[in-house]
């Protein structure tokens, strides 16, 4: 099956937040994306509510239940008691655990599950309790015992951070090494019995290649990209473009 496309909606509303303004409607071009078959929506609702806003997360929730009940809701976040209490709120379909600083403009590294296995175990044993699928953040480095316990903490997935591939665009050779290397640690992420998810700086262009080395990745999540392409292909053909990127015949 090809990977699903999951669009994440912060970067338009990061555009809308530059003004005191409903517009672009973060639900409006949800809907539009989902309308032109995305799988779902991604959000990461930081504590400074500088990209998506609190008050996005129920809108975005009722979006999927009311009109596509087949689609799935991702919440992404540190795992600190603001975001689980979010999370708890708005019941997800999946969480995404990122190891992200408040500081930081955007995700820019995996977990280092030696370090936070025991933090990790208990917060995805807390969400598997409450029933959602909990994918983790990580880095494409084929680090077996890394990965086994990323396996251990009981997480379903992980979401390989693709930044570094998506960096080297002017550079095929580059592109391929860390191509190969994401797939590896694919291969050992399966191999363990997790699924794989992959997402940061994925564009059309990059998209084919990561999926023929991954063929069972199971979801992307895309969004500086996707947002970029939707204002000169408009938000509709830039979904069906990325799904096309992913495998999908749409």
Known sequence: MPAKLSVNLNAIAMLRNRRDLPWPSVIDLGRIALEAGASGLTVHPRPDQRHVRFSDLQPIRDL????????????????????????????????????????????????????????????????????????LFADGDPDEEALRIARETGADRIELYTGPYGGCYDDPEKAARICELLGQTADIAIGLGLEVNAGHDLTVANLPALAARIPALAEVSIGHGLTADALEYGMAETVRRFCRACGQDI
């Open 64 to 135: 999927i239940d009311d009109f596509f009940p087949s689609t799935e809701f991702n919440m992404e976040g540190f795992p600190d008691p603001g975001f689980i209490d979010l999370v708890e709120a708005h019941q997800p379909e999946q969480v995404t655990l990122v190891p992200d600083d408040p500081e930081q403009a955007t995700s820019d590294h995996g977990w280092d599950f030696r370090k936070n296995h025991n933090v990790l175990g208990d917060v995805v044993g807390r969400l598997k309790k409450k029933g959602f699928r909990v994918s």
